[in-house]
């Protein structure tokens, strides 16, 4: 997931730059009381659109991590953070994804303008390397 956001556009990327990983963001007062959480670990986070991307893997269907997933997003979303969940589903889509893309940079302010030759052939081809490396199927 991280790859195809922060990859350039040249490769088959979204171009998103200062994407953190695994990064802890301290919740204020009122992020504490509306998660009862002290903070929260993002699988990505970026600062210049304050929205974190959260895979949500297998994992996340199961009754105490939905719980958890919930309250997370509550406290992020008191400190004025979005959180945009990415699914199984979504990680075989390349236009789900560039749509997700294109939230990061309105939100950041910018306009999401890829004019590579051949992006989606470049898309497509880096989405289908990434998941084999995970020994996940091609889309």
Not at 32 to 41: F, L, N, T, V
Not at 48 to 73: M, P, V, W
Not at 104 to 129: C, D, F, M, P, S
Request: charged share 20%; with cysteine; glycine share 6%.
């Amino acid at each position: 997931m991280v790859s195809m956001f922060h990859m350039s556009f040249c490769y088959g990327g979204f171009n998103v730059s200062n994407l953190l990983l695994n990064h802890k963001i301290d919740f204020s007062h009122i992020a504490r009381a509306a998660s009862r959480m002290p903070y929260a670990i993002c699988d990505a986070y970026v600062p210049d659109s304050q929205t974190t991307l959260e895979y949500n893997g297998s994992y996340h269907d199961q009754a105490a991590a939905r719980i958890h997933d919930e309250r997370r997003n509550a406290g992020l979303e008191a400190m004025g953070v979005t959180t945009l969940v990415i699914n199984r589903e979504q990680l075989r889509d390349i236009e789900a994804l560039e749509s997700i893309a294109k939230v990061l940079y309105r939100r950041a302010g910018k306009r999401y303008q890829n004019r590579t030759t051949g992006r989606y052939v470049k898309q497509i081809n880096l989405l289908n390397e990434l998941r084999a490396a995970f020994g996940w199927p091609k889309c």
